[in-house]
């Protein structure tokens, strides 16, 4: 028989009560959509159905269910070891800023002053926090740095001149190109200097009628070494204040204060340029803050002020969760040594190697339960990296799990395919044949649960292999 002949009706299955607890938990609509789709391929290769037609048809209904609903974003584990990871949604979050980011998520008095009942503005909330921990007059928040550089740039340059060094034309991942954004803005990019050597004199030259801002960037991810020199931010703040244009320093990264990564390379920090007298500081709020993706605008009050009024902040505005969790992040932020703890990025960044290889060490064992481990497993010690374009270069001594090179059951890509496969997926990397699970990036409490997978994963690619 043709077993075309044989596929029920599409209402005929909706009624199956095998699929009755289906259309309760995703919709009749849902349903409806993976039967079509369901034997719309069994028209095309009826041979999909194997064994008891009946339960072979209903299984390949529910399936589809499940994957149609699936969310698009989830949770992973990042054994990368790269901390702030861009592809990995960069900062995770501390629990109180998660907790803070869902009660906002309902009603919430975030454009109202509770005590007049009058309209408030939303660019009030976190404005004290921020000229606490930044030492400023004002301060103002934005969807994401991007956004900030390019309000400051579009109000203070708008038709003029923005004046940066050749040095710093950078692109940040995620397309963020400075020269672009400076015309995207409506300003006019003065480039001076050279690539690697920007003299005060190469700015003082470019001055003239039609400059609007001198734009200060931090390359980031990108580094001159050797013959290389641009003037400091105090010379820069010198010709800002002769000049009286108005300096904006992009610090990207958004350390606040070099004491919260000791040992760490120097990186530009909020409170030195703040200090240095920067008019205003542009930082993101999901890199070294460990925040919520946001833009933060610190500076001059009359400057602040005149962004505030700017109508493209309309279209930078940051949303409700976004400043809850932000506001919960810069709280931790009051205390160095609470939010060294509290606070994700931080914790992760300052974790000793040590401090890591016991985890590592005590979460296999409890994964194993007294097995021994799969040949080729072991744990060492690994490089791990603080990534999101900062510290370039810079290496964590860390520690992980590494699948040896050359282990009987198949490929290092192969094992991160499976890895990629798992509920919740785990991400590793690979470095010279060996597939390594980084711990400093696996959440603490988590090791084993990660150790888990990847015994599993190591079980399954071994499987198929040798
Ligand atoms: C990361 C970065 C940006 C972009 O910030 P987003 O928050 O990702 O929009 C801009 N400037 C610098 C210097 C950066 O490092």
Not at 119 to 130: E, F, K, M, N, P
Not at 414 to 419: D, F, G, Q
Not at 436 to 445: A, K, N, Y
Request: with cysteine; aromatic share 2%.
């Amino acid at each position: 028989m043709d077993p075309r002949r044989a596929l029920p009706s599409v209402d005929a299955l909706l009624g199956d009560p095998a699929l009755g607890p289906a259309v309760e938990a995703h919709g009749r609509e849902a349903v409806k959509q993976s039967v079509r789709r369901v034997l719309e391929g069994l028209r095309k290769d009826p041979a999909a159905l194997e064994g008891d037609a009946d339960e072979a048809l209903r299984g390949l209904i529910l399936a589809d269910v499940e994957r149609a609903a699936a969310p698009s974003l989830r949770a992973i584990v990042n054994g990368t070891g790269v901390v702030l990871h861009t592809n990995l949604g960069r900062a995770p979050l501390a629990e109180e800023a998660i907790a803070a980011a869902a009660r906002a998520a309902g009603y919430g008095n975030v454009e109202y002053a509770l005590e007049t009942g009058e309209r408030g503005s939303r660019y009030d909330h976190c404005v004290g926090l921020l000229r606490e921990l930044a030492g400023t007059d004002a301060a103002l928040v934005t969807n994401n740095n991007a956004a900030a550089v390019s309000l400051c740039v579009n109000e203070l340059s708008a038709g003029r001149e923005t004046i940066v060094s050749r040095g710093e034309l950078v692109e940040i991942g995620g397309s963020f190109r400075i020269p672009d954004v400076v015309a995207r803005s409506g300003a006019i990019l003065r480039e001076v200097g050279t690539t690697n050597r920007t003299r005060l004199t190469d700015y003082s030259a470019a001055v003239g009628a039609d400059t609007g801002v001198l734009l200060r960037v931090h390359p980031s991810n990108y580094r001159v070494e050797g013959f290389a020199d641009r003037p400091t931010i105090d010379e820069l703040v010198e010709l800002s204040r002769d000049t009286g244009l108005p300096l904006v320093h992009d610090i990207g990264s958004g350390l606040l204060r070099t004491d919260l990564l000791p040992g760490f390379p120097p990186e530009p920090t909020v409170a030195e340029s703040v200090s240095a007298g920067a008019d205003l500081v542009t930082l993101s709020g999901d890199k070294l803050l460990g925040g919520p993706q946001a833009g933060l605008i610190v500076g001059r009050a009359d400057l602040i002020a005149r962004l505030r009024r700017n109508p493209l902040l309309r279209a930078f505005r940051v949303d409700k969760t976004t400043l809850a969790a932000l506001e919960a992040t810069l709280l931790l932020h009051r205390d160095p040594e609470v939010a060294s703890r509290r606070i994700p990025t931080l914790r992760m960044l300052r974790e000793t190697a040590e401090s890591v290889e016991r985890r590592a060490r005590a979460g296999l064992e409890e994964a194993l339960a007294g097995a021994p481990p799969p040949a080729g497993l072991s744990i060492a010690r690994t490089e791990a990296v603080v990534g999101g374009g900062s510290f370039p270069g810079f290496a964590l001594p860390s520690a992980g799990w590494v699948v040896a090179a050359g282990r009987a059951g198949g490929s290092p890509d192969a094992l991160a395919a499976v890895c990629r496969g798992l509920r919740p997926p785990l991400i590793g990397r690979i470095h010279d044949g060996d597939f390594t699970v980084d711990v400093r990036t696996v959440p603490e409490g988590h090791e084993a649960a990660a150790a888990a997978l990847l015994l599993e994963a190591v079980g399954k690619s071994g499987d198929g292999g040798s």
